[in-house]
């Protein structure tokens, strides 16, 4: 949990444009979040990616972490005090995505996002699923646009006033899952098989 928790530490004092002295504080304000996530199990899921580099001589490096995302499969899993402009709370919300600073352009982001669509299509029976994006941020924004996330609503100018960067919310909905529907029939209908 410690890598997690400074990967986002770091994070949100970059987002928010804080000195490195405040990192320490974030640390233990993530910290307590995540604990407090872990009990909204399994209505909440936290994905971690790790990267694994080679070296020239073919040797394999120590894998690393790359990145993380929390995903709210439901209402009983969303965040008590969301973001603006807000989500339906019944559905499905990608939220506090974060790839470590030296291994972004990576598609990192892009297996973390793809990997969370997959979850929420096997864990949840809807296929609306939202995220935000802060204005600032045109890779992410980007990366979402391709993905086949739609904009539904910006926050007002008025949100600077509370210290916080302008949001896009966004929304896809998500095909219906059946791969692991289908994996399973071929798997009892390999048993029937003479």
Known sequence: M???VGLLAESFAESMLLPSGYVSVLRFLVKQYLIERRTL???TAMLIGFYRETKEGGDEEEEQLAGTVEVCFDKRGANASPPTP???K???YIC???VKKPLRRR???WHLLKASEELISLM???SDVYLHCRMIDEAPFNMYTRAGYKIVKTDSILILFTLQRRKHLM????PASSSFLESDTLDSDREKAP
């Open 2 to 4: 410690d890598i997690t």
């Open 96 to 98: 506090n995505m974060a």
């Open 171 to 174: 929304y896809k909905k998500l």
């Open 90 to 92: 019944d559905s499905p």
């Open 124 to 126: 949840n029976p809807s």
């Open 86 to 88: 807000t989500s339906p």
């Open 107 to 109: 598609g990192i982001g």
């Open 41 to 43: 199990m399994p209505h």
